[in-house]
């Protein structure tokens, strides 16, 4: 891990960054046609899950990255990594967002680590987020992202893929199969010009993914509304991870093996790998 220089990346420790939206009917209006039937019905007037898609950055076209992410080196470190994706967090529900009020985001840069991995060495970002709703704080949130190399297509990459497996049915709460639209739909929620989820030329050839990728927070969302219904409440704790890339095409598997008052919901595709997982409780 020699070629990271985390001491050139310390000075980012501890750098803030505010941001304000206003939540307004017609984003839940748009977050509900994406989601259809995979929100939690309980959520009242706001659904889970859309703080993901409030207060977001609006970097210029002219200051992004070639993949469709911000130039590094700005409120991120520049971490000398080409691939960044989310690869977790947990999310902490203290009090509902409310329609018509401001959304206040502000996010503190914390750790900083180099770990070795298998294909190389990662480099994991936090960020520490509140989200208050007019004078209300109503979710605290630690989010991660991982920072990679890119690995060549090689015979893993480009193997065909295994055999669809017949999944668990005492674990199986629904399944969607994905495609573009999906994902142009949730990357325009988010403002996420990342390329790995529209531009299947560069998701292939420059970055090696099998196809099109289903976007982290997505999933999370999604595992986010199937705990909640599961608890009848949002859940206190909501522990998440990514464990591998989705891509297109798949059959996306919710799973649930929650008993009472917490559980484990996952993300499959149609083969049983499993993609997104996430532990819940009530508190």
Request: hydrophobic share 40%.
């Given at each position: 891990?020699s070629e990271i220089?985390?001491?050139?990346l310390a ?10 939206d206003?939540l307004t ?10 989601f ?14 859309i703080?993901w ?24 470190p ?19 967002l ?10 503190t ?9 298998r ?5 994991f970002?936090?960020?520490e ?20 190399g890119?690995t ?31 994902l142009?739909?949730y ?12 531009d ?8 090696s ?5 289903v ?34 095409p798949?059959?996306?598997q ?28 009530e508190?």
């Amino acid at each position: 891990m020699s070629e990271i220089d985390l001491e050139a990346l310390a000075p980012w420790q501890g750098r803030t960054e505010t941001r304000e939206d206003l939540l307004t009917q017609g984003l839940i209006d748009k977050f509900r046609a994406t989601f259809g039937g995979h929100l939690w019905d309980g959520a009242g007037d706001v659904p889970l899950g859309i703080h993901w898609c409030l207060a977001l950055d609006a970097e210029p076209t002219s200051a992004l990255s070639e993949d469709g992410h911000a130039e590094k080196g700005g409120f991120l470190p520049p971490v000398p990594l080409p691939a960044r994706m989310w690869a977790g967090g947990n999310v902490t529900h203290i009090a509902p967002l409310a329609i018509g009020e401001t959304v206040t985001r502000r996010s503190t840069i914390g750790d900083i680590a180099a770990k070795q991995g298998r294909s190389g060495v990662l480099v994991f970002v936090d960020l520490e987020q509140e989200f208050q709703s007019g004078d209300r704080l109503c979710i605290r949130e630690t989010q991660t992202i991982v920072f990679r190399g890119i690995t060549p297509p090689g015979p893993a990459r480009t193997a065909p893929a295994p055999a669809p497996a017949a999944p668990d049915a005492a674990t199986l709460a629904s399944s969607l199969t994905p495609d573009p639209v999906l994902l142009f739909r949730y990357s325009a929620l988010t403002f996420n010009s990342h390329r790995i989820h529209y531009d299947h030329v560069y998701a292939t050839e420059t970055e090696s993914y099998r196809g099109l990728v289903v976007h982290g927070p997505l999933q999370a969302t999604l595992l986010l509304n199937l705990a909640a219904d599961a608890l009848k409440e949002p859940p206190g704790r909501f522990s998440f991870r990514g464990l591998a890339p989705l891509t297109l095409p798949c059959n996306l598997q919710l799973h649930n093996d929650g008993t009472g008052a917490s559980g484990t919901v996952w993300c499959q595709d149609q083969t049983g790998m499993r993609s997104f997982s996430a532990e819940y409780s009530e508190v």
